[in-house]
């Protein structure tokens, strides 16, 4: 009834009366007539109908409201993000809505103004999960303060709940019912995370924050113990014994859980047969079990900082399911006949049993590939290890020549003393050896992914769409702005375009800030049942299978994989599959999303964090954003902070949004992107993941 009814009010940009409306779907029954009644409120409540005063109904898109997510500042004010940009809401229009509500706005300005204004008329939805909080005991009363400053609650505990709680405890609290009209609200403690002063506490808290699931039930606890901590004979039976083969692994230094190894030999041809070995977790972690049922759950593992919230239980990941050096473990392998073009001529996939012979690091691995330096223990792998280089650099040259994007995206890396406080921030290198294991994953993930969409069996792609037309038309236009102008087509924008314009950009001096623009226009990759391809790798046929241990969808795969290898691709299974691949992709791709976000909190968090020991130092940066409020500053180890307008004193400046430039009203002063500045760090906080730098005149400047 829900899709006749939206049917009918698409029709139309007009608003319909009650009685029209049920001629025009031919209702005539009372039972027909209750469920019209309730469809329409239901549509009403989930924003996509609009009652007017008069009581009639229209398509909510076509009234005068706007509908989006409310993000509110800590001063009090807001905005609420809707498909067609920002609306401003004044502090007094904000009419008992909360920071997240999802709400309808009534613009009191042309909401074709640059700055259009609004006042809340309805909250549609509100969604409070994974709300954190500090429990405060006052006058025998518990009450829970959320971590969240944006969120203006105030939350009462049960007293009989007070007894068991202490003072500076982080707690998952849940939204009961609300006590009075101005926000206040009973809750329930879902889970004491622990004491705010306990070490690692902080990365607790913003896991719970984001959905993440830090520690496991008592039933996959339970679950472990039926896995075996060693490869058992009968395990093998079925499978291609690889134990002989020169196989390794290779990397972080502080890696844990192995997912990959790899083998590469010369044919007798000219051509590479490269081997990609992947832990065969499915093997361990069966489809009905609980330890499945929480994988699924979790999604992903999420690495934040130096500390690993695993998809699976350490001692699978770390134990039996780790491609450890000198053990026996159970593999998928993808064996691949590469020729001299970098071609994928010839492959075979199937089930495994190998024996690592090193478990090595992209450090060392990057010393006799880079430097020709030898480290101990690695005498015996030279060969092999340059052998592994001449095909990877033939595979990515003619990755690079189909369209392959590379960003060049420096991260930051996190050091942390054992109490858990950063100590240091670092850039994380990329090399050699990093640039080998992700060619041969690509070589690997595309081959699954192909073997099996020519089968036109259900299965879950790894997509990426084409970036937003528009997006990149702006930059380019930005780019002309800067006097750079690109000669081409400016409305076709292939793999090809992409990479040709950062090509074109890679000598000029602000090509760290406008490939972080350019980057910031693609869109981002998910999991889909349906094949798109994905356009950064300028890909035709992507999945992901390398990486079991940690992401849900590569078990997914493992899965089909055994099914169309054991020959069970009957009608019943496909079913299944078409069914349940909307879920997990869907499912997969938005805890992906929370697993990120949270990453980027932490990271944030602990730059702050460290930040707060060097206040008062000066620095030598870039400018690598500007706003209508500042502008933000990139340090030479990647750490940015905001050099707000207060910090900016010597003048009124005012921020020209079309030239992104900051222009000083009395000196005439301008400041753009990709300009050097000396900074003094002014303040720093952990707890609002700020850092605020201010100019400095007199150069007493310390390196990073």
């Not at 980057?519 to 035709?540: Q, V």
Request: hydrophobic content about 35%.
């Amino acid at each position: 009834m829900r899709e006749k009814i939206l049917e009918v009010l698409k029709k139309e940009e007009t608003s319909f009366e009650f009685g029209k409306l049920i001629d025009l779907l031919d209702i005539h029954d009372d039972k027909s007539f209750k469920e019209v009644i309730s469809s329409l409120n239901e549509l009403e409540n989930d924003g996509l109908v609009y009652r007017t005063k008069r009581e009639k109904f229209m398509y909510f898109p076509y009234c005068h409201l706007k509908q989006g997510k409310l993000d509110v500042n800590k001063k009090g004010f807001g905005f609420v993000t809707t498909d067609n940009g920002d609306i401003y809401i004044d502090e007094k229009n904000i009419n008992g809505a909360i920071h997240g509500d999802i709400v309808n706005v009534e613009l009191l300005t042309d909401e074709f103004n640059p700055k259009p204004e609004g006042k809340i008329v309805k909250i549609v939805k509100r969604e409070l999960n994974n709300l954190v909080g500090e429990v405060i005991i006052k006058n025998n009363k518990g009450y829970v303060i959320l971590d969240d400053e944006k969120i203006k609650l105030t939350i009462e505990i049960p007293k009989n709940r007070c007894k068991t709680l202490v003072d500076g405890y982080k707690v998952l609290v849940k939204l009961d019912k609300p006590l009075n009209k101005n926000n206040k609200y009973k809750g329930e403690i879902i889970k004491v995370i622990g004491h705010k002063n306990d070490p690692g506490m902080d990365i607790k808290v913003e896991a719970y924050k984001h959905g993440i699931e830090v520690e496991f039930n008592d039933d996959v606890i339970k679950e472990l113990d039926t896995i075996p901590t060693e490869v058992l004979k009968e395990d093998l039976e079925g499978r291609r014994d690889l134990r002989s083969e020169m196989i390794f692994t290779i990397d972080g230094d502080d890696t844990k859980d192995i997912d990959d190894a790899i083998s590469i030999k010369l044919k007798e041809n000219g051509n590479y047969e490269l081997g990609v070995h992947i832990a065969d977790v499915t093997h361990y972690v069966k489809m009905e079990s609980e330890l499945n049922r929480s994988a699924l759950d979790r999604g992903t593992s999420s690495y934040l900082a130096d500390t690993v919230i695993p998809m699976l239980p350490h001692r699978l990941s770390n134990g039996i399911c780790s491609l450890n050096p000198n053990e026996d473990r159970l593999t998928m392998s993808c064996v691949m006949e590469i020729d001299k073009k970098g071609e994928i001529v010839d492959y075979d996939i199937f089930e495994s049993v190998i024996h690592s012979r090193k478990q090595m690091t992209y450090n060392n691995v990057n010393k006799i590939l880079e430097e020709n330096i030898i480290p101990e223990g690695y005498e015996e792998f030279v060969d092999t290890l340059k052998l592994m280089k001449e095909c990877s650099d033939i595979v990515r040259k003619n990755k690079i020549k189909r369209g392959y994007i590379d960003f060049g995206q420096n991260e930051i890396k996190v050091i942390q003393d054992k109490d858990g406080k950063a100590i240091d921030i670092k850039p994380r290198t990329r090399g050699v050896g990093e640039n080998l294991i992700e060619d041969f994953m690509i070589c690997a993930n595309e081959t699954v992914a192909t073997h099996v969409f020519y089968m036109d069996l259900p299965f879950i792609y790894r997509v990426h769409e084409e970036p937003d037309e528009e997006k990149i038309s702006d930059f380019l236009r930005y780019m002309g702005i800067l006097g750079y102008t690109l000669g081409g087509d400016r409305k076709k924008f292939t793999p090809k375009r992409i990479q040709e314009i950062l090509t074109f950009l890679e000598d000029k001096k602000e090509y760290k800030i406008l490939s972080r623009m350019l980057l910031r226009c693609m869109k981002k990759a998910f999991y889909s049942k349906d094949n798109i391809g994905h356009f950064g790798l300028a890909s035709k046929c992507y999945t992901h299978f390398t990486s079991p241990i940690r992401r849900y969808p590569d078990l997914t795969v493992h899965r089909r994989l055994k099914e169309i290898l054991h020959g069970k691709i009957d009608n019943r299974t496909n079913s299944y599959w078409s069914q349940e691949l909307v879920y997990i992709a869907e499912h997969s791709s938005e805890k992906e999303r929370a697993s990120v976000e949270c990453e980027r909190d932490v990271d944030d968090m602990k730059i702050a964090e460290y930040m707060m020991d060097h206040i008062g130092e000066q620095y030598k940066g870039m400018i690598s954003s500007i706003t209508n409020f500042g502008m933000f500053v990139e340090l030479e180890n990647l750490i940015e902070g905001l050099v707000p307008f207060r910090n900016m004193n010597d003048d009124h400046y005012n921020y020209d949004e079309t030239l992104k430039i900051l222009k000083g009203e009395r000196t005439g002063k301008i400041y753009k992107l990709g300009d050097e500045v000396d900074i003094e760090v002014e303040a720093a906080s952990k707890e609002a993941k700020t850092i605020d730098f201010k100019l400095v005149k007199e150069k007493v400047l310390k390196k990073c």
